[in-house]
């Protein structure tokens, strides 16, 4: 069984910023992609970013390309969100999760491609 456990959220201004972390346990971290989702109220869930099992490879949504970077330290199971110039609309609870697949080939944008998933962490941006 693998758990996730993310950190970091909180209520912050707009053009600010945060890192979220999320700590990983039960599996080989190492060997799986992640990736970070979001749920606003209302709202569908949405891809954020995602990083492959050994951190060469990254992908993000065109809504957060070059605010967001995605990372990873397979020494402290760990993958962390840094945000920059937060925006009111990325208000959201975030989610980070892992990939089903061993060392997929091609980073996945697709929750149903995630098997296990946080609990989510509060994002709030105020304008």
């Known amino acids: 069984q693998v758990q996730l456990v993310e950190s970091g959220g909180r209520l912050v201004q707009a053009g600010g910023s945060l890192r979220l972390s999320c700590a990983a346990s039960g599996r080989t971290f190492s060997s799986y992609a992640m990736g970070w989702f979001r749920q606003a109220p209302g709202k569908e869930r949405e891809f954020v970013a995602a990083?492959?099992?050994?951190?060469?490879?990254?992908t993000y949504a065109d809504s957060v390309k070059g605010r967001f970077t995605i990372s990873r330290d397979n020494a402290k199971n760990t993958v962390y969100l840094q945000m920059y110039n937060l925006k009111p609309e990325d208000t959201a609870l975030y989610y980070c999760?892992?990939?089903?697949?061993?060392?997929?080939?091609?980073?996945?944008?697709?929750?149903?491609?995630?098997?296990?998933w946080g609990q989510g962490t509060q994002v709030t941006v105020s304008s």
């Open positions: 999760a892992s990939d089903s697949r061993y060392r997929r080939l091609r980073l996945s944008v697709s929750g149903v491609d995630y098997d296990y």
């Open positions: 990083i492959n099992w050994n951190g060469g490879s990254t």
